[in-house]
């Protein structure tokens, strides 16, 4: 006789709904969370947040496999290099989870695309490489009232904080120079480092879906991945923000 697919989910999910509860892991499994980027930092949130039993995915990232990429994008191979990123990263993704409903865009964040992506979610994850589509993906946000978990690295350097809109700083509140000097395709990362990111941008997503523990709304945590030395602040909004202040975004 077949299984039920209820103690099929039991089985697999057990270890954790120890710690999230059935109401924790029924969450979870309701929830729809927006990858923007599936890169070493991305692609490792959206892994965990399948292993998880996350109800959706909506992936987005644009081109192909190249061997720089092989040193921390871990939904990658060497068997595919030259092949898009995406199909590959979904299959690799469902071969760990296939009830994981997935939606992958081979594709950068442009506004008028994005929306209905960043609408459709509960929660975003920024994963960006570059400030134009990350500040394109926080203005959606922003305009959509989507929370969005905004994780970043450079380097042994990790930041992360949680983007509610109306209730906490954006993007632009933080970083008001739109644009800033940055070089997305020469900045140094190691694996590692990309991937405690990653893991720290699931752990948020999760907490914020399933209400267990506190997140970082309202607070910028900072984690050093050399000498594993953090520290956390708490910000605050800015009222002349051209995104969500009061000359800005409603």
């Known amino acids: 006789m077949e299984q039920p ?8 999910y057990a270890r954790q709904l120890r710690l999230l509860g059935e109401s924790g892991q029924r969450a979870l499994k309701e929830a729809t969370v927006m990858v923007a980027g599936i890169g070493g930092l991305g ?30 994008q871990i939904l990658m191979d060497t068997g595919h290099l030259g092949m898009e990123r995406m199909s590959t990263a979904i299959a690799q993704l469902k071969r760990l989870n296939p009830q994981v409903v997935i939606e992958g865009h081979n594709a950068r964040i442009e506004y008028d695309a994005a929306k209905p992506w960043v609408e459709s979610a509960d929660l975003v994850i920024d994963a ?15 305009d959509t009232g989507t929370p969005m978990v905004e994780a970043a690295m450079y380097g042994f350097e990790i930041s992360l904080t949680t983007i509610v809109p109306g209730q906490t700083p954006c993007l632009e509140c933080l970083y008001p120079d739109v644009r800033p000097q940055w070089e997305p395709f020469g900045f140094p990362v190691l694996g590692a480092t990309s991937g405690i990111a990653g893991c720290l941008a699931a752990l948020e997503a999760v907490k914020w879906i399933t209400r267990v523990g506190t997140t970082y709304a309202g607070v910028m945590h900072r984690f050093n991945s050399l000498d594993f030395s953090t520290y956390s602040v708490n910000i605050t909004r800015n009222p002349n923000c051209a995104c969500c202040g009061e000359g800005g975004t409603p």
């Open 5 to 12: 697919a209820v103690d099929l989910e039991l089985e697999r």
């Open 43 to 72: 692609g490792t949130a959206a892994l965990y947040l399948a292993a998880a039993g996350i109800g959706k995915l909506i992936l987005a990232h644009e081109g192909v496999i190249m061997k720089p990429d092989l040193n921390r």
């Open 128 to 142: 960006r490489y570059d400030f134009p589509e990350r500040y394109a993906l926080n203005r959606i946000c922003v």
